[in-house]
């Protein structure tokens, strides 16, 4: 069974932080260039699983986003924090290593303007084809019509 020790000693070459925010909870910060390594060490592995990629507007003050890779290992969690520019919103699509990242990418993408770079498909999954270009409802400074 891996550990989450063996887990941040296979990490640690493209972690710039860590911590255990809670028992068997590992979060890791890393740099997007480091994103697709990382992930590959935890693929190779074979016991951890992708379970979602959330995204976090830090808003417009911060001019970041934060993009987090969720991943378990049976009742054990990996968080992968990643920031971003939020102006140049782009990272590298791991869905070359987990494919059925897909999904999780297009959400993220569709919700915060966040660009995949290379993602297989960019097509929208939740908002309407005829919602506004540019508009991202989940960006804290999101001016959405109708919304009060």
Same mark, same amino acid.
Request: one cysteine or more.
């Given at each position: 069974? &891996? ?22 909870? !590992? ?36 001019? &970041?986003?934060?993009? !987090? ?9 990996? &968080? ?12 590298? %699509? ?7 990242? %897909? ?46």
């Amino acid at each position: 069974m &891996t550990t989450i020790q063996t887990i941040q000693d296979q990490l640690a070459p493209f972690l710039s932080e860590w911590g255990t925010p809670e028992p068997n909870h !590992l979060a890791a910060i890393l740099s997007s260039e480091n994103l697709q390594d990382a992930v590959r060490v935890l693929y190779n592995d074979h016991q951890i699983y992708l379970i979602a990629i959330t995204g976090i507007d830090n808003g417009v003050e911060a001019n &970041t986003f934060e993009v !987090l890779y969720h991943f378990g290992m049976d009742a054990r969690v990996l &968080t992968l924090r990643v920031t971003i520019d939020r102006v140049e919103a782009m990272i590298p %699509s791991i869905c070359g290593i987990y494919p059925y990242a %897909s999904p999780f990418e297009r959400e993220t993408g569709e919700m915060f303007g966040i660009t995949f770079v290379d993602t297989p498909d960019t097509t929208r999954l939740f908002l309407p084809d005829d919602w506004e270009e540019g508009s991202y409802p989940l960006r804290k400074d999101a001016e959405l019509k109708g919304v009060q």
